[in-house]
């Protein structure tokens, strides 16, 4: 025997041996942190997965999966801010990482900022083209900006590129056979005090031609003070993404006295988006004009309206309608009113759910009929309730009482029912 060379194979050998319990050691170790990093953030533990997180960039400064991880962390427990400026630092060091600039798209996207959003996931979808998962979530990125053409063309790569990925396929479901058009059909009744009930029945047909487009035609059926009168009332409303929407529209009517012989208005709706884990979670934004044209007298209202979006589907509105009435033979006088209102989620059975609201407003509200114009002033206490029957089913019904001034009183309920096809 060779005692050196033996010698030699054997220090080899041991060596190779040490190597490979060390990269093992390592690769256990590794999975081991991962595993404990994703059991915290599951349960949000997220002061306990931040320490992991510390821990190891301590150990390891310059590694990239560690630093990727603390950003998800920041993103995922809400620290918007920080995450970004993770993201940021992580893609202008490693800029083709593609699931970094997915990351920080996401980023982007909870902060409201969707057109930063799809650039940064369009620059990852440019680094790897053949991952349906990262053409996934752009698709759904598309999807909320409203870019619903595109976002269909992207599912559809990501199913072509991935035939048994789960969400490409829903994805592209999704835009098949989905709803265009709502006809609602509705019935309001007024009982008063000082005189006969009043009757209200309509049906209304919105249809979206385009995700940027939409149109509305309804005819609306009035029994007053024993005389009959009816309306059409037709709008267009068009959308563009970060933009807003702008509604104008019209009606012409059977008066009989009772009911504005014309109308004409428009509306300016835009929102924002904010912390998805804050308290006030998104802002919306209404301004209205209205202009009334009865036999006797002409009016235009001025309306401002913001909704809260708050947690768990909560919603508060207040609205200040500033009203001009002119009568024929007398002056102009401008006259106040506000409302306020209070929606919330009450029950969910699978694809059914049932919200609610309570409401409150002061002053003169409606100008659409002719008792609602005068000089007079009311305090109206009321609540409403929605039923979603179905994906293409719904009903809804309302009831309120207004009190007036010389103690006249106005109780007021009715209900809707839409189809969506």
């Known amino acids: 025997m060779d005692s050196p060379n033996f010698i030699v194979r054997l220090c080899v ?35 306990a997965a931040m320490r992991i997180v510390d821990r190891e960039i301590a150990q390891a400064p310059h590694d990239m999966d560690v630093k990727a991880w603390r950003a998800r962390i920041l993103t995922w ?95 592209v479901q999704s835009f098949r056979g989905e709803p265009k058009h709502e006809l609602r059909f509705g019935a309001n009744t007024d009982l ?32 007053v003070f024993g005389n009959d009168a009816g309306k059409f009332v037709a709008s267009a409303t068009g959308s563009l ?16 006295s009772v009911i504005p012989k014309s109308e004409a208005f428009f509306d300016y709706d835009y929102g924002w988006k904010l912390d998805k884990n804050g308290l006030v979670r998104g802002v919306e934004v209404v301004y209205a004009q209205h202009w009334y044209w009865y036999t006797t007298a002409r009016i235009i209202s ?25 009568f024929s033979g007398t002056g102009a006088e401008w006259r106040p009113s506000g409302t306020t209102r209070l929606g919330f989620p009450i029950a969910r059975w699978g694809s059914r759910h049932i919200g609610g609201n309570l409401s409150f407003a002061t002053g003169t509200e409606d100008f659409a009929q002719v008792d609602q114009i005068g000089r007079f002033s009311s305090h109206t206490y009321g609540g409403g309730l929605r039923l979603q029957l179905t994906s293409r089913q719904d009903m809804t019904g309302f009831a309120a009482y207004q009190k007036r001034t010389q103690d006249r009183t106005d109780t007021s309920f009715g209900f809707t029912y839409g189809i969506h096809f």
């Open 13 to 47: 050998s041991v060596a190779a041996m040490l190597v490979l319990v060390s990269v093992s050691w390592g690769q256990e170790a590794t999975a081991d942190w991962q595993v404990e990093l994703r059991r915290y953030a599951e349960a949000h533990n997220w002061a």
């Open 77 to 171: 427990s809400g620290q918007l801010a920080e995450g970004e400026k993770e993201y940021r630092a992580i893609v202008a060091e490693a800029p083709n990482d593609p699931d970094c600039w997915m990351g920080l798209a996401s980023v982007y996207s909870r902060e409201g900022q969707m057109q930063d959003a799809l650039r940064a996931a369009s620059r990852a979808v440019e680094l790897d083209p053949k991952r349906a998962d990262l053409r996934v979530a752009r698709g759904r990125l598309l999807r909320a900006a409203g870019e619903r053409s595109e976002a269909n063309l992207e599912f559809q790569k990501a199913l072509s590129l991935d035939p048994t990925n789960a969400e490409a396929r829903v994805g």
């Open 192 to 223: 008063f005090n000082f005189a006969d009930a009043n009757y209200d029945d309509g049906v209304s047909l919105t249809s979206r031609w385009t995700p940027s487009w939409r149109t509305s035609v309804a005819g609306n059926f009035y029994r």
């Open 241 to 256: 993404p970060g933009r807003g929407a702008l509604t104008v529209g019209g009606a012409a009517a059977r008066d009989n």
């Open 302 to 326: 001025l309306n401002g309206t913001t909704i809260v979006y708050l947690p768990r589907e909560w919603t508060w509105s207040l609205g200040l309608t500033e009203g001009r009435t002119h």
